[in-house]
């Protein structure tokens, strides 16, 4: 309590700071607690804490915001006033969908993600739980893995595989990739030193892709990547530039995020035995019921941001003004006190109606079924096979991000 008070007395929130990004929560708290809407200058932005709040302004048709700007801006893209005046779309060549507003959003979003459907994703259990398993038995047979890498991701990056119609032995690279490029600089925020040229391998790796699947005539076989192929855009096709950096936004969230989820959700259960005990009585009910805890405890997507355009919007006291950037912190939300009661603690079977781990409206998670399918299995499988998994705890390393939350590194003991 009391390093909470030193922080509410000189409080600075700074998404980039480094204190921030190793460990966001108690900011989060202050932010919900006294400025649910707070402003930072240097940014032109305000950062948007409380559950209600974020659901408010992301569903009121009278908010008007774009994400030409991007979703996800870097902190030198956000010391770069705009004026009031944000970018149109870039359609040539093509932003990522994400960064587009309707109607060339649903356009794109739709010519990609067939294979992220309901009933297109049931049809992957097979295929992740044998994988599951088969990783399972090597990493037990060495004693100790990090759950996190070497486990969720290793699962992970051979779903993504399928789903994008990559050989399964390319995963290991393209996990490789990922995480270096989604890795933030720990000193300043933003992207690393690297991150210019591991872009361009995995994007390198994701234009190859595209020319082959071109080359072999885009007949739909591949649903993702002919169907980009194959999309009419403003009276053109796109390249194979351009489809690949539509493939790189679904394929970072693909590998990313879920393996965190399931690294820390490990972690709580070994903190919590009895809890692991209840989930353990019935594993093919309890399973999908904990990972939605996990998901609201410790998603690693901290935030997102939007900006505001052609009109001001008023949020209670606040009024927002067209070229305001909003931090929203889907990770502050989902430990918001108004909302979960004893929001700060792991309860595995909390009633809950809904979080924000996936997002909300019209940029929700593309991945969401998929990412229930693979976390409920992982977790069915690995509580299955070894119950009493033990946790290196002292060597468990956190990621320090601005962007993502959580722990890289989780080291199991089989037991
Ligand atoms: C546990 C795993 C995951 C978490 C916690 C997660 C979280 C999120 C969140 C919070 C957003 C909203 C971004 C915003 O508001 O701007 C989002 C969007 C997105 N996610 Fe996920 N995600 C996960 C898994 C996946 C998977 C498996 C895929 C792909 C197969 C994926 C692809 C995407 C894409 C492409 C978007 C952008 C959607 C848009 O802007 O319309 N994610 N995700």
Redesign the pocket.
Known sequence: MAAVSSLERNFVYDPFAVDVMRDPYPYYKVLREKYPLYWIEKYGAWAISRYQDILKILTDPRAHLT?TEG?LMSPSMMRRKNGGIVPPPRLNPLDI??NMPSPY?EQI?QSAIAP?RPHAVAGLEDFIRARVRQRLEELIARGRFNATVEFGGYVASGT?CR?AGLPLDQAPRLLELVNRSTSRNPEKGGFTDDYQEVSKQLFGLLADLSRSRRKAGADGSNRMVDGLLNLEFEGRRLTDDEVAAELV??IV??TE??PK?VGAGLLELWRHPDQRAEVLADLKTNARIAFEEM?RYG???QW?TRTVVDRPYQLREYTLMPGDRLI?I?ASANRDERVFEKADQFIWNRPMEEH?????G???????H??RLE?RIMLEELLRRIPAYEVDEPNARRVISDFQLGWMEVPLIVK
């Open positions: 994400t979703t969908f994400p959003y979003r992220l993504t789903l936004s679904i969230g693909a995020t879920l989820v998901l998603a690693p997507a997102f929203i889907y924000l781990a996936f997002g909300y019209m940029h929700f998670c593309v991945g969401v998929v990412a976390g």
